[in-house]
């Protein structure tokens, strides 16, 4: 029975949606994690509000590379810090403009979600991709959430830092770091 055709949909019935693409994410317990100076850790996750993959030296080559700065943010839904870090990522990006390129990798399920809540200027001021598995983060040696890596323009990593502290000093100290970047 298992193996039994579906039946078919009835007349005007609507289409279920298409699957979301495979993630093929690359095999983390092989990789050694990016430090300051080596090349970004290329990785191909789905886009979260597209139904397609998003390969991250493509997305490099066509958008960073105009940028002064990729700040590549790994986040998820249920982590404070993480939507702390990123309504302060939004107003560096209103601030900055193209000179910034952000990607947010959300390790979960729920990346509309982020979107949604934080509003339309986070949405426009991100490029989502999700990692539900947890496969990216590894690359760039972290292990938890909010953790961030700054890409130069020539795909060096300047520098990838683990944990956010939602504090003015926090946010203070980061906004220096990516100012710094920028000059």
Do not use: W
Not at 6 to 16: F, H, I, L, R, S
Not at 43 to 72: C, R
Not at 129 to 138: K, M, Q
Request: aromatic fraction near 10%; proline fraction near 9%.
């Amino acid at each position: 029975a298992a193996d039994a055709p579906a039946a078919p949909a009835a007349p005007g019935a609507p289409k279920a949606p298409a699957p979301p693409p495979k993630v093929e994410a690359p095999k983390t317990q092989e990789a050694t994690p990016v430090k300051g100076g080596d090349k970004f850790a290329n990785f191909m996750l789905p886009f979260a509000f597209e139904n397609k993959m998003a390969k991250f030296a493509d997305l490099q080559d066509s958008q960073g590379k105009s940028a002064k700065l990729t700040i590549l943010t790994f986040t998820n839904t249920s982590c404070a810090a993480c939507q702390d870090e990123m309504q302060l990522l939004t107003g560096l990006k209103s601030k900055h403009g193209k000179d910034l390129f952000i990607v947010a990798v959300v390790t979960d399920y729920n990346a509309k979600r982020i979107a949604e809540n934080l509003g339309e200027d986070t949405k426009k001021a991100f490029t989502f991709v999700t990692d539900p598995y947890f496969t990216v983060p590894p690359l760039y040696g972290f292990a938890s959430t909010p953790a961030t890596a700054f890409i130069t323009p020539d795909g060096k990593v300047a520098s990838a830092d683990r944990g956010y502290l939602p504090t003015d000093a926090g946010r203070q100290a980061l906004i220096d770091k990516i100012e710094s970047y920028l000059k």
